[in-house]
């Protein structure tokens, strides 16, 4: 009989409790299975990280934040005493900004944790060093399904990870943990589709229910009616015609004949009376909120208006993005980057200024105001628009003649007046 061990938190304690252990699952029994897609739901639907893809409104939650982290460029920065540079000449800027691993480019290598991220609430990479040098050569993502994490008894973190059959153990450095929301004490964040489960089984009902109305020729279900009782394979023959005959949509809006004696009675609740459109309208909003995004990002513009989504823009960036961004910068510094390099100020971060731009009006405005108090040159403004550079006083910086502190104000005001009286 063959048998899996599956590593999950206790049922009773999944809301912030360390406690791990063991669940046999084997192939003649389905008894324990529900650990994997996080238990039962109401609607009897299960639900797994394949049906939150498969649902179209959290594939546009997942791919909305996904694919948006991807394109977000990620740099390694170094502090000097004029600000920031690039360190460009760093061996992890490539790995980072262009290309972690000899497979993958680095938008698709973000764009894969985040989609782990948002699936499963944890993702992995694998990040190999030289023995000599300890120098990085990869960073390449781990499906999260195979990596088991583990606290000794010593207080050690073992992160066990099995490819193709076999099983490696790495330590945090060797192996990249990003953990998402989860609670004290877990050694990994919570699923979103296993902590909406609920939500999600209803928005996959209801879903059925709509193709299986409309498979049926959108008649409701009913009873057909016979004056006679009919002997078992008699039934199977009468249902087998009267599907041919009237089921599916190639039969919607057919004359129907019944003969001998038979009648048809429709029962249950048509579609209209079943709210089946606004079921799922709701269940796009209960999704939204599970992957926290604004209603209008998934196309769901009922009570959008141009103000309102420029703020759920903001918002996007500010409450749900972020908390993303946050969490793979901060794992990718604490474990790519040596506490030497830290200190003389190296550090990994996303640019964000591409989702900050908003349209031309506001730009020349923001870039106007920068520019009358001092605070960008006019090579900076045309650095943030891709234009080239100004060799000739493009670096000055630029004051108004109107704002001065009040003691130089009058030592101007006093040389001008001597120059006046000469």
Same mark, same amino acid.
């Given at each position: 009989?063959?048998?899996?061990?599956?590593?999950?938190?206790?049922?009773?304690?999944?809301?912030?409790?360390?406690?791990?252990?063991?669940?046999?699952?084997?192939? #003649?029994?389905?008894?324990?299975? #529900?650990?994997?897609?996080?238990?039962?739901?109401?609607?009897?639907?299960?639900?797994?990280?394949?049906?939150?893809?498969?649902?179209?409104?959290?594939?546009?939650?997942?791919?909305?934040?996904?694919?948006?982290?991807?394109?977000?460029?990620?740099? $390694?920065?170094?502090?000097?005493?004029?600000?920031?540079?690039?360190?460009? #000449?760093?061996? $992890?800027?490539?790995?980072?900004?262009?290309?972690?691993?000899?497979?993958?480019?680095?938008?698709?290598?973000?764009?894969?944790?985040?989609?782990?991220?948002?699936?499963?609430?944890?993702?992995?990479?694998?990040?190999?060093?030289?023995?000599?040098?300890?120098?990085?050569?990869?960073?390449?993502?781990?499906?999260?399904?195979?990596?088991?994490?583990?606290?000794?008894?010593?207080?050690?973190?073992?992160?066990?990870?099995?490819?193709?059959?076999?099983?490696?153990?790495?330590?945090?450095?060797?192996?990249?943990?990003?953990?998402?929301?989860?609670?004290?004490?877990?050694?990994?964040?919570?699923?979103?589709?296993?902590?909406?489960?609920?939500?999600?089984?209803?928005?996959?009902?209801?879903?059925?229910?709509?193709?299986?109305?409309?498979?049926?020729?959108?008649?409701?279900?009913?009873?057909?009616?016979?004056?006679?009782?009919?002997?078992?394979?008699?039934?199977?023959?009468?249902?087998?015609?009267?599907?041919?005959?009237?089921?599916?949509?190639?039969?919607?809006?057919?004359?129907?004949?019944?003969?001998?004696?038979?009648?048809?009675?429709?029962?249950?609740?048509?579609?209209?009376?079943?709210?089946?459109?606004?079921?799922?309208?709701?269940?796009?909003?209960?999704?939204?909120?599970?992957?926290?995004?604004?209603?209008?990002?998934?196309?769901?513009?009922?009570?959008?208006?141009?103000?309102?989504?420029?703020?759920?823009?903001?918002?996007?960036?500010?409450?749900?993005?972020?908390?993303?961004?946050?969490?793979?910068?901060?794992?990718?510094?604490?474990?790519?980057?040596?506490?030497?390099?830290?200190?003389?100020?190296?550090?990994?971060?996303?640019?964000?200024?591409?989702?900050?731009?908003?349209?031309?009006?506001?730009?020349?405005?923001?870039?106007?105001?920068?520019?009358?108090?001092?605070?960008?040159?006019?090579?900076?403004?045309?650095?943030?628009?891709?234009?080239?550079?100004?060799?000739?006083?493009?670096?000055?910086?630029?004051?108004?003649?109107?704002?001065?502190?009040?003691?130089?104000?009058?030592?101007?005001?006093?040389?001008?007046?001597?120059?006046?009286?000469?």
């Amino acid at each position: 009989m063959n048998k899996f061990l599956y590593y999950a938190s206790h049922p009773k304690q999944a809301l912030g409790a360390a406690v791990r252990k063991a669940v046999t699952l084997t192939l #003649d029994d389905v008894t324990g299975w #529900d650990v994997l897609t996080g238990g039962p739901t109401y609607t009897g639907k299960p639900v797994s990280d394949i049906t939150a893809l498969q649902i179209t409104a959290s594939w546009s939650a997942i791919r909305l934040i996904s694919e948006t982290i991807g394109t977000l460029p990620l740099h $390694l920065y170094r502090r000097t005493d004029k600000g920031r540079e690039k360190a460009r #000449d760093h061996k $992890l800027y490539d790995l980072l900004h262009l290309q972690p691993n000899p497979h993958m480019t680095s938008l698709e290598w973000r764009e894969a944790m985040a989609v782990s991220l948002c699936v499963w609430g944890q993702s992995y990479n694998l990040a190999p060093r030289l023995n000599r040098s300890g120098r990085i050569v990869a960073i390449t993502p781990v499906a999260k399904p195979q990596v088991r994490p583990e606290l000794t008894e010593d207080g050690q973190l073992r992160y066990h990870v099995t490819d193709r059959g076999k099983e490696t153990t790495y330590t945090r450095g060797d192996i990249v943990p990003i953990k998402g929301f989860g609670g004290a004490g877990e050694l990994e964040g919570y699923p979103p589709y296993k902590m909406g489960r609920q939500a999600l089984a209803i928005a996959a009902a209801a879903e059925e229910y709509g193709a299986r109305f409309f498979s049926n020729g959108g008649r409701p279900a009913g009873f057909f009616t016979y004056d006679k009782i009919l002997k078992p394979e008699q039934r199977q023959k009468l249902r087998e015609v009267l599907d041919r005959l009237y089921g599916g949509l190639e039969n919607m809006h057919k004359i129907g004949l019944l003969e001998a004696g038979i009648t048809f009675s429709p029962s249950g609740l048509n579609n209209a009376d079943a709210q089946l459109a606004e079921t799922r309208k709701a269940q796009v909003a209960e999704i939204a909120r599970i992957w926290r995004v604004p209603l209008n990002m998934l196309m769901e513009m009922d009570r959008a208006t141009y103000n309102n989504t420029e703020q759920e823009n903001l918002h996007f960036l500010n409450y749900t993005l972020s908390p993303y961004l946050q969490r793979i910068e901060q794992a990718l510094n604490t474990t790519l980057l040596t506490r030497e390099e830290r200190r003389r100020g190296y550090y990994i971060e996303f640019d964000v200024r591409g989702l900050l731009r908003g349209d031309s009006k506001a730009r020349g405005e923001y870039y106007r105001n920068m520019r009358m108090v001092g605070g960008m040159t006019i090579n900076e403004i045309r650095a943030r628009e891709n234009l080239p550079r100004i060799e000739e006083g493009g670096d000055d910086v630029m004051v108004p003649l109107n704002m001065a502190p009040p003691d130089l104000m009058r030592e101007i005001l006093g040389g001008d007046q001597g120059n006046n009286s000469n």
